[in-house]
């Protein structure tokens, strides 16, 4: 999983630099977020506004680093709204990658495809976006498309301001996860990374990618945590999966 030094220019047009972790302000705004519970109202939509019937397409919705389903319940609701089959991992809340994670992500994957008949659509958050891409390379024939939230998939895995926390929780360096992966690689099914430069967790370049690493990016006006439920990333979300 580790990943050399990256200079290239990237998908943001310029030449990424090495120290590019988010604004300490940037995190001390997604904080008093969390605090103040912001990211888990639940959000009233108008069907219309957005334009689009999911007709029960089915989308599985990956949590990001210490979330889990119920985290992600304001955007699966909004999905739900438009007609989308939704679906959450059940893997508990996300503590980093584990041995059985992807075979578990594999069975969830056959288990939603064999009930619905049909290609799935991934949907990560973070964390949850990385190992989203890492399931669309392993069952490429399953997969109908990848869209990443804030998703550090990207560059020096320690841009970011939550990789020291990861390394405590889940018990390994975050360059040497319990599975054979390369995060820039991209899967071989259409991706959308979405970014923000209010990113208060991950770099906006790493959640970006450099070229070739993903189909289209697609800047957001919203926080981390917002990204499952802000208005901006929301409508961004469901223009992903037109």
Request: positive net charge; charged residues 25%.
């Amino acid at each position: 999983m580790a990943t050399a030094p990256h200079h290239a220019a990237d998908s943001l047009g310029f030449v990424r630099p090495e120290a590019d972790r988010p604004a300490w302000g940037n995190l001390l705004r997604e904080a008093a977020l969390c605090a103040r519970g912001r990211h888990r109202r639940p959000v009233t939509i108008d069907p219309r506004a957005f334009a689009i019937d999911g007709a029960m397409r089915p989308v599985l919705l990956v949590p990001g680093f210490l979330a889990s389903d119920r985290s992600m319940r304001v955007l699966r609701s909004v999905l739900h709204t438009l007609g989308f089959n939704t679906f959450g991992w059940h893997q508990g809340r996300n503590f980093g990658v584990k041995r059985d994670t992807m075979p578990r992500l594999e069975t969830r994957l056959a288990e939603i495809g064999n009930a619905t008949g049909r290609p799935v659509t991934l949907i990560g958050w973070s964390l949850g976006g990385v190992i989203a891409r890492e399931l669309a390379k392993l069952q490429p024939r399953h997969v109908d498309r990848v869209v990443t939230l804030g998703s550090p998939f990207s560059g020096d895995l320690r841009q970011n301001r939550a990789w020291r926390a990861y390394e405590f929780v889940a018990g390994h360096k975050v360059d040497a996860p319990p599975i054979d992966c390369d995060p820039c690689e991209k899967p071989p099914v259409p991706t959308t990374a979405l970014w923000s430069r209010r990113d208060g967790v991950v770099s906006a370049h790493c959640a970006c990618g450099a070229p070739g690493e993903a189909d289209r990016t697609r800047e957001v006006d919203c926080s981390h945590i917002g990204f499952v439920s802000e208005p901006a990333a929301l409508h961004a979300i469901v223009d992903a999966l037109r």
